[in-house]
């Protein structure tokens, strides 16, 4: 299984980015999909994910200003963040828990400026 991600990038205090992370030798069929971000410093940490169902859970620095979705025929999982912050800026990565395994992107840097 490889994920690949893409749309991080520099944006401005309160705008907006998509991540993107495409899934390629997966079957996408049972997987919970994930975005977690590490700052400079500091762990890598949980900011959302979505069930092949749809059921979604975020962390509550992100409430209300990220969604995270996923398109199962595209075998691909987007964050759409709005109303970024300086306190985004980090690396972000994509992860898929599948059964045969746990699985990561490389990673995407988001730098938001005040």
């Known amino acids: 299984v490889q994920l690949q991600a893409s749309g991080g990038g520099l944006a401005q205090a309160g705008g907006s980015l998509r991540l993107s992370c495409a899934a390629s030798?997966?079957?996408?069929?049972?997987?919970?999909a994930g975005w977690y971000r590490q700052a400079p410093g500091k762990q890598r940490v949980l900011v959302a994910y979505?069930?092949?169902?749809?059921?979604?859970n975020y962390d509550d620095s992100v409430k209300g200003r990220f969604t995270i979705s996923r398109d199962n025929a595209k075998k691909t999982v987007y964050l759409q963040m709005n109303s970024l912050r300086p306190e985004d800026t980090a690396v972000y990565y994509c992860?898929?828990?599948?059964?045969?395994?746990?699985?990561w992107g490389q990673g995407t840097q988001v730098t938001v400026s005040s």
């Open positions: 979505i069930s092949f169902g749809g059921a979604t």
């Open positions: 030798g997966s079957t996408f069929r049972t997987n919970v």
């Open positions: 992860n898929s828990k599948e059964s045969s395994g746990d699985y």
